[in-house]
């Protein structure tokens, strides 16, 4: 079935489905599907099917979303279309798409309409809306989740195989998990919000919604980039997609730290989701959360709020009543932050940071549940703030300490609630938690959305590299998963391959501080194969790489097993003098793992 992206595009270029036919049974999907409350607004379908038509006229080749059809979340700007951010008296009817909008048609995608949300984006729910409460195709009695909620639903519900949310606090991630699909949230400024009406404006993202990691890779890699008119926007570009690591270090909290309010179910999917990380070959390594959630108390307890209040204070004084009550009592706080505390809060959480980084410096990337639990629709309403505000538990420090996160499905409960975890890196890393969480996605082998589609075999990733690129051979602490891998990931270096050296090499202990290995070629014969990982970096990064390499190591040409020959690190003769020689161990993990366990 052409359900997923990358299925409708490979469709459409076959010519066994055209653009118009897919667009058409969106429509159709839409009318029978029959909940009013996804949608606020609807383009005309003959409009939409007439734009995809003329997308023959392109070359399609070059259209890598060729005729997908897109929601789109209603406080982003989508030309002749009202934004109204869930409030009627806010609408206006912009005259230009929102940035990510334009680029999303030019690459071949069409904006069937504008979804509906829980109001100003403020809420993790999905039902602070004027407009209804989309209904969980999951289960009926869920509340949707927030604040993209009709976003989340259309792709859950197969109306489109891909849709526009924002994300501040969760909003592009609570309601994945929710709905059984992916959440994708970007490194802030990788995307630019020109057009996006703000929430947090030095906080939102724009987010996306899809069936698979794939999916929502393609659209990240056309709206990424930066916009001159969108001054938050950052020069940051997304780096491609390489195979699962060996030695991949995921950071779990320390026991006890992980908070399920009593929800023992959830518990239970969390720990099964922990196995199949290390069924995957994951080491899992425990870091300190605590700090993470002051940072997430900072978000709706400090002064960001002022800037969910700045958007809205002008309506506020004068049409209090056309805002959701919930929403009104939340963003009316913003009126009394003084610029003291503005201060206070920022000193602190630069402190956080710091303390952030740390939890990152032995690991890829943290692992946790995308939220604690799950709510109904009733129980929500019944005690609105208090529910809302655990929902956020493992998502409202995200945006503050400037992390990517991306949310996987991982399991459906057996009291049908699904349950999916987040996996969050540094800023950067969008590619690198896109390249783990397809394989985890596959491993999970659950169907997709609320319609139970197959989860289709993973494509080969293309390992070819940029012309901007040039590779480099590593033998020992930048190998993924150990100590200095992360220097290679901040220089957005992507791994290419793991393999072998030909059997012409000495790997040695070298006598340094801290300990370093060296790798020497010697005569045919007289050595070992020696395991490296083959990784990417743009032409400006590896100078910069390279002229970092301290003393005795040098850059020169590795011969790999197959002949091939790569640039890499290497020691000359004259600096093995009282080292140990390692070779048995065929690589420097394997010496390290067994020093480890010596220890």
Not at 228 to 250: A, E, H, I, K, V
């Amino acid at each position: 079935m052409t359900e997923t992206v990358a299925a409708i595009v490979a469709a459409h270029r076959a010519g066994s489905q055209s653009p118009a036919q897919t667009v058409a049974r969106s429509f159709k999907r839409i009318r029978e599907h029959n909940d009013p409350a996804i949608f606020i607004s609807l383009r005309e379908e003959n409009d939409a099917i007439a734009e995809a038509e003329r997308l023959a006229a392109k070359d399609t080749a070059t259209l890598p979303l060729y005729g997908v059809p897109v929601a789109v979340k209603d406080n982003i700007d989508v030309a002749g279309l009202p934004t109204t951010a869930a409030c009627p008296a806010y609408a206006y009817t912009p005259t230009r798409d929102a940035a990510v909008v334009a680029r999303l048609r030019q690459a071949g995608a069409i904006i069937i309409g504008k979804t509906n949300l829980d109001q100003f984006a403020t809420g993790l729910v999905g039902v602070r809306s004027p407009y209804g409460i989309p209904i969980n195709p999951m289960r009926a009695d869920l509340i949707p989740g927030g604040s993209s909620s009709g976003s989340a639903v259309a792709v859950s519900a197969g109306l489109v195989p891909l849709s526009l949310g924002t994300d501040t606090a969760g909003s592009g991630r609570v309601p994945a998990m929710l709905n059984n699909i992916v959440g994708l949230k970007p490194s802030l400024g990788l995307v630019p919000t020109a057009g996006v009406v703000p929430a947090c404006r030095t906080l939102d993202c724009v987010s996306v919604f899809s069936l698979t990691v794939d999916d929502a890779v393609s659209a990240l890699s056309v709206m990424a980039g930066p916009d001159q008119s969108d001054p938050f926007s950052r020069n940051r570009t997304l780096s491609r997609l390489s195979p699962f690591p060996q030695g991949l270090r995921l950071g779990v909290p320390h026991d006890g730290q992980l908070i399920f309010f009593g929800d023992k179910a959830q518990e239970a999917a969390y720990a099964a989701a922990l196995e199949r990380w290390r069924s995957l070959g994951a080491t899992l390594v425990s870091f300190d959360l605590e700090p993470f959630y002051e940072t997430a108390r900072l978000l709706y307890e400090g002064p960001w709020v002022a800037e969910r209040y700045l958007v809205i204070r002008n309506l506020l004084a004068s049409s209090p009543d056309a805002i959701h009550p919930v929403t009104r009592e939340i963003t009316i706080a913003g009126s009394r932050i003084s610029a003291a505390d503005t201060f206070a809060a920022l000193y602190r959480l630069q402190t956080l940071r710091r303390t952030a980084e740390h939890a990152f410096s032995g690991v890829d990337a943290l692992v946790l549940p995308t939220a604690p639990t799950a709510y109904s629709t009733a129980q929500v309403l019944a005690n609105p703030i208090e529910l809302n505000s655990r929902l956020g538990t493992y998502t409202n420090f995200v945006n503050l300490l400037d992390l990517c996160g991306l949310a996987l499905p991982s399991a459906i409960r057996p009291d049908e609630i699904p349950f999916g975890i987040t996996l969050l890196a540094p800023a950067g890393q969008d590619a690198l938690l896109a390249s783990i969480g397809r394989v985890f996605q596959a491993q999970t082998k659950l169907t997709l959305g609320a319609k139970g589609v197959a989860l289709p075999p993973l494509d080969d990733i293309d390992l070819a590299l940029t012309d901007d690129e040039i590779p480099i051979a590593v033998v020992g602490a930048h190998l993924s998963g150990m100590a200095l891998n992360g220097e290679l990931k901040e220089f957005n270096g992507r791994l290419i391959e793991a393999t072998s050296t030909a059997p012409d090499y000495r790997l040695y202990a070298l006598s340094t501080t801290p300990q370093k290995p060296g790798m020497l070629r010697v005569e045919a014969g007289a050595g070992t194969s020696i395991e490296l990982e083959v990784w990417a970096l743009p032409a400006v990064a590896f100078a910069k790489f390279v002229a970092a390499i301290p003393s005795p190591l040098s850059i020169g040409t590795v011969r790999l097993k197959d002949g091939r020959g790569v640039k890499g690190f290497i020691v000359e003769a004259a600096d093995i003098a009282g080292a140990r020689d390692i070779s048995a161990f065929g690589g420097w993990r394997a010496f390290m793992a067994k020093a480890a366990t010596s220890a």
